[in-house]
């Protein structure tokens, strides 16, 4: 079983910055990817971003450039560092992990970004 516990949301203006945690019950270099995604009000669940097993990095183009993901150096926890946010990042951020062909997921935290 992979237990994976999202922290970091909350309330922040138009323009600040968030870094959320996602801390993993084994090193995520264990899993194949990792990856932030997040469900908006009334929208579908939408990849933000992925970090594969080998250290490459994929995002969003609606985040590129705003958003990075990265791993600490203890190798169980995954971050999103988000800056210049924007009313349309609120969302509640997921957190996942893919092992063989199983996604595991994290209980979400809410972002919200005030106009």
């Known amino acids: 079983q992979v237990l994976l516990v999202e922290s970091g949301g909350g309330v922040v203006q138009a323009g600040g910055s968030l870094r959320l945690s996602c801390i993993a019950s084994?090193?995520?270099?264990?899993?194949?990817?990792m990856a932030w995604y997040r469900q908006g009000p009334g929208k579908q669940r939408e990849l933000v971003a992925r970090v594969t097993s080998d250290g490459s990095t994929n995002y969003a183009d609606s985040v590129k450039g705003r958003f990075t993901i990265s791993r600490n150096n203890a190798e169980t926890t995954v971050y999103l560092q988000m800056n210049s946010l924007k009313p349309e990042d609120t969302a509640v951020y997921y957190c996942s992990a893919r092992l063989l062909f199983k996604d595991f997921w994290g209980q979400g935290t809410q972002v919200t970004v005030s106009s």
């Open positions: 084994r090193s995520t270099f264990t899993f194949n990817s």
